[in-house]
T-cell receptor, first 113, second 115 residues
């Protein structure tokens, strides 16, 4: 039973570029959430996707957008990259929203130069 | 907005000893969930233990147990018989009953285990 997978594992971009990160949820899960974890800090919620729609959003600008596909996989897109976007991006999946526990992937380390 | 505070940036424990990690949170909700996650150097966040606020009994998972004090808004994690593999960052997290899947995390505590 595959857990949550994310790609790529590492990524280097320059300021102003755009980046797309990918996540495949754990088998049987239909809800995907994205978190940003800056170095030395706890993760911060970006947004959540369920039934191919953004259901909930944290305090992140519109430069952060996402998508969920019919197979429940998800993408996180960040436009006009800033140095401050350098972080570990974590994807978490669960079955439905609400009480179910979330399972996290290994993350994508993004470095913006 | 809910906030989660972990006041211990670093803790150390001798192998086989017991250590307690602290967490406090601020909320006006009466029904919610609390979690402890472990993040080893591999970066993957692993669920350690979960507590529902409506349950008075403290959750236990093998060597891991919590002390949940709802009135004090405190949620500490006790690790018994510490092992070298317990060394990691530990994050306390809160989820409101109407918050969907949104977790609010504390800043983390780095646990070192001495052989």
């Amino acid at each position: 039973d595959a857990g949550v997978t994310q790609s790529p594992t590492h990524l280097i971009k320059t300021r102003g570029q755009q980046v797309t990160l990918r996540c495949s949820p754990k088998s049987g899960h239909d809800t995907v959430s994205w978190y940003q974890q800056a170095l030395g800090q706890g993760p911060q919620f970006i947004f959540q996707y369920y039934e191919e729609e953004e259901r909930q959003r944290g305090n992140f600008p519109d430069r952060f957008s996402g998508h969920q596909f019919p197979n429940y996989s998800s993408e996180l897109n960040v436009n006009a990259l800033l140095l401050g976007d350098s972080a570990l991006y974590l994807c978490a999946s669960s079955f439905r929203t609400g009480v179910e526990t979330q399972y996290f992937g290994p993350g994508t380390r993004l470095l913006v130069l | 907005a809910q906030t989660v505070t972990q006041s211990q940036p670093e803790m150390s424990v001798q192998e086989a000893e017991t250590v307690t990690l602290s967490c406090t949170y601020d909320t006006s909700e009466s029904d919610y969930y609390l979690f402890w996650y472990k993040q080893p150097p591999s970066r993957q966040m692993i669920l350690v233990i979960r507590q529902e606020a409506y349950k008075q009994q403290n959750a236990t998972e093998n060597r891991f147990s919590v002390n949940f004090q709802k009135a004090a808004k405190s949620f500490s994690l006790k690790i018994s018989d510490s092992q070298l593999g317990d060394a990691a960052m530990y994050f306390c997290a809160y989820r409101g009953n109407n918050a969907g899947n949104m977790l609010t995390f504390g800043g983390g505590t780095r646990l070192m285990v001495k052989p």
